[in-house]
């Protein structure tokens, strides 16, 4: 005991610190000789690293950017994930072609910058559109004035028939004083283009009607006429070459027209989890899921888990009126019916602070029952010998509590808390799910917008966000489950 | 203390929650300006109809625009916006606890009820809960018998692969969101494999008309709500299995039993005779508790199943910011919460003679 005598603040609050440790190592220990204990350490070490990725590499502005429908412009649209190929689904691939210079330039009248991507088509299927996306524009300026840009795309199939896709004079705004325009330019096809493009080359004028709305599957396909005004598109395979040329007056001198352009052939599936039906790729809103999920659910687990432990204890503890009025309040709030109750304060609630209340509201409402089960620990534990023991030391009221009864109760406290996180996380997804808008992207969020627009049947957007629910309780679950055989030995199977 | 105290005690607290539950639901709406804003825009909307009808009969301009703010003005006291919203929700919150529920002014509560409009919010909800008793306290129901004739039986196998693979499931469906396995049920059996309607909300027909033709009516309902049914009890007969298997376990261990196996009597007739008898309170809270709460409908459920009963009724009610069916409906789900609490209560002194506090 030679480290007690010198008796500082920083020596003890290292020794706690050091006994917090030991337990925590034992804890952690023990969890893991339980088969459930042991899965579900792993899936909350899983959560928390996902999390933490999620955090550092998404940006900070994501909530807003996942609402704007310009931002998915170049994706597809309710594309499965790219790896249904290999299991011989027939879906365009998506490709994307970035150039940070062009491939060649010619002057002449104008200046021409040039770019070539290639596409296979190696499947059954048509892209769903050809987007090129111009990053820092470079301002063209002749005598001072803002000159236009003609862009120009064409797309050369394998049966060596060229079809200009794309002919626009972009006009920029005339007091542009930078010499970059720094908002990315994005570009789709032009359907009507494309349509008037193949009726002359291929179709040589014959009589059939095309409608623009396909004209992606005409300029992927080979076309037969059929009963004079008809046309039977089956798709063409082979490769296609995408040019892009950027025309600017030959008296500028400017040798790299943007910063980075892109060509992207929209196909019909994307990254590892698919698009939803505005184009946006679920993957990401899912790895932004995990820490607003983890966030909500341990926020308001700690919160009530907290609440529940002190009001327990000082009911039992002071007994009498204290006891009485807390006992009663319990009662009145254990016999809310919730659910009701908070659909009602989230309706009413600015969308902004819905998720707030919606964790204010479960906080409030959640800790009654942990309450009960500590005040009645507490009333046994205040009879022992060594509280009265410190009584008679002359500990007060507030460091009994906190120095010999508390810590007693803290591993049920623990098992409760973990027990309640997904009560959080699920209540969130279900009033998202039942139409209560809050703005975050969240993996309720992801199924509501599924469910809104009706389409059960796109599986990559129904079944991995509520595969996470389920995962993120399965994991406190079993987590609760291991703490519970260790604290309360009566549930031990060995 | 004795028995009397108890209850009388329990009694008042369970009141104090009812009234409570529809004083603040009315302070919720009332305070926030929640029923002004619904009102001002009725309002509005009666007033530009008298405006138009006023121009049609060729009264000069400024008399239309005199006579519009006389209406409204009119308007506004009938609707109480003149005073403050305590004075509003004064007789609307005694009104609604002596049972007056008043008429619902939305037309999509008449629609979920199934008649036409308007609907009295009693009637609505006399038409809703039924439906809610055949899916949601008809699964709980099957859940109930199942768990306490399995339950006991895995209590006594515990640490076997069977008791393991219950408990597993437990865990399982425990983690699973009920509303979202019922949308993959819809999808997969409903839209894929046909075997169950795609529309729940026609059920409404031949719950309606059931007393009319009931064998008939009876096999459609059937035909409609077996996907709900099955839903829910695939969900919740895991965590059925665990309570009722915790509590068992519990049981097993105490005094008596050891003894009742001291003296060899046989494993079904300590099970029947004596683990059941003392496992039974609790197993009956929980049977009571769930069922109760189980006419609350679980409105997300309910919701992802179109099924018109109580749930999508409160829903409906609260989208089209019907005030006196949320009130009216928010005081008849604590009430029946509130009696079956009650009922425990009592039975709980009743089955268990140990409890005497």
């Known amino acids: 005991m030679s480290s007690s005598s010198r008796s500082g603040a920083p020596a003890l609050t290292e020794k706690k610190l050091k006994s917090i440790g030991r337990t925590l190592k034992i804890w952690i220990k023990e969890i893991l000789s339980y088969g459930t204990g042991k899965v579900g350490l792993v899936l909350l070490c899983a959560f928390v690293a996902i999390s933490i990725v999620a955090l550092v590499t998404l940006p900070p502005d994501y909530r807003y950017m996942w609402n704007n429908p310009k931002y998915w412009q170049d994706y597809p649209q309710l594309a499965p994930p790219e790896w249904v190929r290999a299991l011989g689904y027939q879906n365009a691939k998506h490709e994307v072609t970035t150039f940070d210079s062009p491939t060649s330039i010619k002057t002449g009248n104008f200046k021409i910058f040039k770019y070539v991507a290639y596409y296979d088509l190696d499947v059954r299927d048509y892209p769903q559109d050809i987007v090129v996306k111009l990053q820092g524009v470079k301002v063209p300026r002749v005598n001072n004035v803002v000159a236009p840009i003609i862009i120009k795309a064409y797309v050369e199939r394998p049966d060596r028939v060229t079809i200009k896709v794309l002919d626009q004079t972009l006009y920029l705004p005339p007091n542009t004083t930078v010499a970059y325009v720094t908002e990315p330019l994005m570009l789709s096809a032009d359907r009507n283009l494309i349509v008037?493009?193949?009726?002359?080359?291929?179709?040589?004028?014959?009589?059939?009607?095309?409608?623009?709305?396909?004209?992606?599957?005409?300029?992927?396909?080979?076309?037969?006429?059929?009963?004079?005004?008809?046309?039977?598109?089956?798709?063409?395979?082979?490769?296609?070459?995408?040019?892009?040329?950027?025309?600017?007056?030959?008296?500028?001198?400017?040798?790299?027209?943007?910063?980075?352009?892109?060509?992207?052939?929209?196909?019909?599936?994307?990254?590892?989890?698919?698009?939803?039906?505005?184009?946006?790729?679920?993957?990401?809103?899912?790895?932004?899921?995990?820490?607003?999920?983890?966030?909500?659910?341990?926020?308001?687990?700690?919160?009530?888990?907290?609440?529940?432990?002190?009001?327990?204890?000082?009911?039992?503890y002071y007994g009498g009126l204290v006891d009485e009025f807390l006992q009663r309040l319990i009662d009145v709030i254990g016999n809310i019916p919730l659910l009701p109750f908070l659909i009602l304060l989230v309706d009413i609630t600015p969308v902004d602070l819905r998720l707030q209340v919606i964790m204010l509201v479960l906080i409030v409402f959640s800790w009654g029952g942990l309450a009960i089960v500590v005040r009645s620990m507490t009333l046994s534990i205040k009879e022992e010998a060594y509280v009265e023991a410190a009584r008679a030391i002359g500990a007060g009221n507030a460091r009994i509590l906190l120095r010999h009864i508390i810590p007693q109760i803290v591993p049920y406290a623990v098992a409760s808390l973990v027990f309640s996180v997904p009560s959080a996380i699920l209540s969130e997804a279900g009033l998202s799910v039942l139409g209560l808008e809050h703005g975050w992207p969240t993996w309720g969020k992801v199924l509501a917008a599924a469910r809104m627009s009706g389409r059960y049947d796109a599986w990559w957007w129904v079944i991995p966000p509520g595969v996470l629910l389920a995962l993120a309780s399965l994991t406190f679950v079993l987590l609760g489950m291991a703490i519970e055989t260790i604290v309360e030995p009566r549930l031990r199977t060995r | 203390m004795g028995v009397g105290t108890v209850l009388a005690r329990r009694a008042i607290a369970l009141a104090v929650a009812l009234v409570l539950v529809v004083v603040l639901t009315a302070v919720i709406m009332g305070a926030t300006g929640y029923d002004k804003t619904i009102w001002q825009a009725l309002i509005h909307e009666q007033a530009r109809a008298y405006q138009m009808s006023l121009m049609q009969s060729h009264i000069p301009p400024e008399k239309v625009r005199e006579l519009v703010a006389a209406y409204k003005e009119k308007l506004a006291k009938i609707y109480g916006l003149d005073k403050p919203w305590y004075q509003r929700f004064g007789p609307l919150v005694i009104n609604t606890l002596t049972f007056n529920l008043g008429i619902s002014e939305s037309y999509d509560v008449a629609d979920v009820a199934g008649v036409p409009?308007?609907?009295?919010?009693?009637?609505?909800?006399?038409?809703?809960?039924?439906?809610?008793?055949?899916?949601?306290?008809?699964?709980?129901?099957?859940?109930?018998?199942?768990?306490?004739?399995?339950?006991?039986?895995?209590?006594?196998?515990?640490?076997?692969?069977?008791?393991?693979?219950?408990?597993?499931?437990?865990?399982?469906?425990?983690?699973?969101?009920?509303?979202?396995?019922?949308?993959?049920?819809?999808?997969?059996?409903?839209?894929?494999?046909?075997?169950?309607?795609?529309?729940?909300?026609?059920?409404?027909?031949?719950?309606?008309?059931?007393?009319?033709?009931?064998?008939?009516?009876?096999?459609?309902?059937?035909?409609?709500?077996?996907?709900?049914?099955?839903?829910?009890?695939?969900?919740?007969?895991?965590?059925?299995?665990?309570?009722?298997?915790?509590?068992?376990?519990?049981?097993?261990?105490?005094?008596?039993?050891?003894?009742?196996?001291?003296?060899?009597?046989?494993?079904?007739?300590?099970?029947?005779?004596?683990?059941?008898?003392?496992?039974?309170?609790?197993?009956v809270t929980n049977v009571i508790l769930s069922l109760a709460s189980s006419l609350g409908g679980y409105i997300i459920t309910e919701s992802v199943f179109n099924w018109p009963g109580m749930g999508t009724l409160y829903w409906v009610a609260i989208r089209s910011a019907d005030i006196p069916t949320i009130l009216g409906l928010t005081y008849m789900l604590t009430l029946?919460?509130?009696?079956?609490?009650?009922?425990?209560?009592?039975?709980?002194?009743?089955?268990?003679?140990?409890?005497?506090?």
């Open chain 2, 336 to 357: 029946v919460y509130i009696i079956a609490r009650f009922i425990l209560e009592v039975l709980y002194i009743l089955l268990d003679p140990r409890v005497r506090y």
């Open chain 2, 117 to 283: 409009y308007p609907v009295r919010v009693g009637d609505a909800i006399m038409l809703c809960l039924p439906r809610t008793i055949i899916m949601i306290t008809v699964a709980q129901a099957i859940c109930a018998v199942i768990a306490l004739y399995v339950g006991p039986l895995i209590a006594y196998r515990r640490g076997t692969l069977i008791d393991r693979v219950i408990v597993s499931y437990a865990a399982l469906t425990n983690a699973i969101p009920v509303w979202w396995l019922g949308m993959l049920l819809i999808y997969l059996l409903s839209y894929r494999a046909g075997i169950f309607p795609t529309d729940f909300r026609s059920v409404i027909a031949y719950i309606n008309a059931f007393w009319k033709d009931p064998a008939t009516n009876f096999v459609n309902i059937l035909y409609y709500a077996s996907l709900p049914i099955i839903t829910i009890v695939i969900v919740f007969l895991g965590s059925w299995f665990y309570t009722v298997r915790a509590m068992v376990l519990r049981i097993v261990k105490e005094d008596f039993v050891m003894v009742a196996k001291a003296k060899g009597l046989p494993e079904k007739y300590i099970v029947s005779k004596h683990v059941l008898r003392a496992a039974a309170p609790p197993v």
């Open chain 1, 196 to 316: 008037s493009e193949i009726s002359a080359k291929i179709l040589k004028g014959a009589g059939a009607t095309l409608n623009p709305v396909l004209a992606m599957n005409y300029l992927f396909s080979k076309l037969e006429t059929v009963n004079v005004t008809g046309v039977k598109a089956t798709p063409l395979e082979g490769h296609y070459k995408i040019t892009l040329e950027l025309y600017y007056p030959s008296i500028v001198k400017i040798s790299n027209p943007a910063k980075k352009a892109l060509i992207v052939v929209v196909g019909d599936c994307y990254g590892y989890m698919g698009t939803d039906n505005r184009g946006r790729d679920i993957a990401q809103a899912l790895l932004y899921g995990f820490p607003v999920a983890l966030a909500i659910g341990f926020i308001t687990a700690i919160a009530s888990t907290l609440i529940g432990l002190f009001v327990g204890a000082i009911s039992a």
